[in-house]
């Protein structure tokens, strides 16, 4: 059976979430924590979107395939369902800056990738002395100068749409590039400066440089129409930073209706190949 797990984590111990040897990272921290439960080896998760070391999730979506037998051993005499039973099982072996929501049977054709409509992250900013918190440092950049949101927003705007974004991506061999940036812009959250950026898929970097550029236009050295520039020329831009991981934080990934799930699947992998 396929299990749609749903869970959030802090990101700031991890070195991201793709498993590596050596290394902590949330996929290999699942996976070892479902091989306990279910008493299995050699899981393999595979998740909507990977995120990068110190970036956060608040609605990571992933998917296994397991035995069913296995699920409902692992909850043994629980009058719960035996999903309900796996999310407690799973979240007393895993440590805290690790949590799952939600575990249920997928519905026929969900692939946590490749169904996926689109994908939604915040970056948070603080650039005002009087919001700078040292008890959120972990997930809001401190940035030392005030930011025009009202710049940034412009230049956003010249970004939306469906583009090649290979100016704010780290090029993978064999993967477009080519994304629809569905939302980005900037508003005010209480003290904090909030970027809420929505798009079918990202490639890697691609927010982090994205808000990077947007700082450049908050902070006045750059006119908006710069963004759009940087954009049409396609290749890296030295001037581009890619801004801390810390601030960003995935927050939502989207799904169509169930009876939808294999055509979004199908053309996903059609478009974008390897991400």
Not at 31 to 51: F, H, K, M, P, Y
Not at 61 to 78: F, I, M, N
Not at 131 to 152: I, K, N, Q, Y
Not at 179 to 186: A, Q, V
Request: one cysteine or more.
């Amino acid at each position: 059976m396929r299990l749609r797990i749903d869970l959030a984590y802090d990101g700031s111990a991890f070195h991201g979430w793709a498993r590596q040897h050596g290394l902590r990272t949330v996929q290999g921290e699942l996976e070892q924590a479902l091989d306990t439960v279910l008493r299995t080896t050699g899981t393999s998760v595979t998740v909507a979107g990977r995120t990068d070391t110190g970036v956060h999730a608040r609605g990571q979506v992933a998917h296994v395939d397991v035995d069913a037998d296995a699920v409902v051993a692992a909850a043994g005499r629980s009058p719960e369902p035996p999903e309900d039973a796996l999310v407690r099982r799973l979240n007393g072996v895993l440590d805290l800056d690790v949590r799952v929501h939600a575990v249920a049977e997928a519905a026929d054709g969900f692939d946590a990738r490749f169904s996926a409509l689109w994908r939604r992250y915040a970056y948070r900013v603080a650039d005002r002395a009087a919001s700078v918190d040292p008890l959120t440092r972990g997930h809001v950049l401190a940035w030392p100068r005030a930011l025009d949101e009202v710049a940034m927003n412009a230049a956003a705007a010249l970004l939306v749409g469906e583009h090649d974004f290979a100016a704010f991506c780290r090029k993978r061999e064999g993967a477009t590039t080519t994304r629809t940036l569905l939302d980005l812009g900037w508003s005010r959250d209480g003290g904090l400066l909030v970027a809420a950026v929505r798009a079918d898929a990202f490639c890697h970097n691609m927010v982090r440089a994205l808000v990077g550029c947007l700082l450049s236009v908050g902070e006045g050295r750059r006119e908006p129409e710069w963004a759009h520039a940087v954009l049409a020329a396609g290749v890296r831009d030295p001037a581009v930073t890619v801004v801390h991981a810390h601030g960003l934080t995935l927050e939502e990934v989207r799904y169509p209706p169930d009876d939808e799930l294999a055509v979004r699947a199908h053309a996903s992998r059609r478009v974008r190949g390897p991400l």
